[in-house]
């Protein structure tokens, strides 16, 4: 994982949409299961970034990563990253998403 892949990221709109066409991503909110449960984006499993240690996907796994602003998703994908996935994007914050929420 290049750190510019980590640090330079596309708009959440363009994020969930590579997401729904890359075959067995996963869609990894890192916000808190309260703020989860207040609207997430559909298909996304909750992770929360002080949890992240107990992420059971293999290191292969795309990953798409977001939170509210970007801030802790950046944080999640540079961990992640460095515990050696390999396929890690962050895509920003809900609050720019224009899509449907849960």
């Known amino acids: 994982m290049n750190l ?3 640090l330079r990221r596309p708009s959440i ?3 969930v949409t590579k997401y ?3 075959p067995g991503a996963v869609l990894l909110d890192v916000r808190t ?4 449960r207040e609207g997430h984006v559909p298909g ?3 992770l929360p970034l002080d949890r992240l ?15 509210y602003s970007g801030s802790r998703s950046s944080q999640a994908c540079y961990w992640l990253s ?6 890690v994007m962050n895509i920003g914050g ?4 224009r899509g449907a929420v849960e």
Do not use: A, H, W
């Open 4 to 6: 510019l892949n980590i």
């Open 13 to 15: 709109n363009d994020g």
């Open 20 to 22: 729904q066409s890359t």
């Open 33 to 36: 299961p309260q703020e989860y």
């Open 44 to 46: 996304s499993v909750n």
């Open 53 to 67: 240690k107990t992420i059971k996907y293999k290191k292969s796994v795309p990953l798409f990563v977001y939170c």
């Open 82 to 87: 460095r515990q050696g996935y390999s396929e």
């Open 94 to 97: 809900i609050m720019s998403y």
